[in-house]
Nanobody
Framework: QVRLMESGGGSVQSGGSLRLSCTAS????????MGWFRQAPGKERQGVAT???????SYAHFVVGRFILSQDNSKNTMFLQMNSLKPEDTGMYFC?????????????????????WGQGTQVTVSS
């Protein structure tokens, strides 16, 4: 089972930037979908972006043009560069993963597919 560790959260003003990192360890022999999800207090969890080695990257509509997902496969690390942050981006951000078995070349955007989760990192954007 893969294990995930996030870092990079913090507090910024509106319009600022943060970069989150998620490092995976454990089962290095399989292809995994990895994704970022977020949850604000009192709100449902939202998918933010998903990708995997050799798989397509997808973004939620509310981050398109602002957030960029990238990977350093040599370090088993996924990054989420968050630019032009807004107060509504505030929340706990979680890295998640599941073992990819499909043929579509795309990762699920539904968090229920993900079987491994990090502990989360807080992002706070003030106006």
């Amino acid at each position: 089972q893969v294990r995930l560790m996030e870092s990079g959260g913090g507090s910024v003003q509106s319009g600022g930037s943060l970069r989150l990192s998620c490092t995976a360890s454990g089962d290095n022999g399989a292809t995994y979908c990895m994704g970022w999800f977020r949850q604000a207090p009192g709100k449902e969890r939202q998918g933010v972006a998903t990708s995997g080695k050799g798989l397509e990257t997808s973004y939620a509509h509310f981050v398109v043009g602002r957030f960029i997902l990238s990977q350093d496969n040599s370090k088993n690390t996924m990054f989420l560069q968050m630019n032009s942050l807004k107060p509504e981006d505030t929340g706990m951000y979680f890295c998640a993963a599941y073992r990819y078995h499909g043929q579509s070349g795309m990762c699920a955007t539904d968090g229920n597919f993900y079987t491994a989760w990090g502990q989360g990192t807080q992002v706070t954007v003030s106006s």
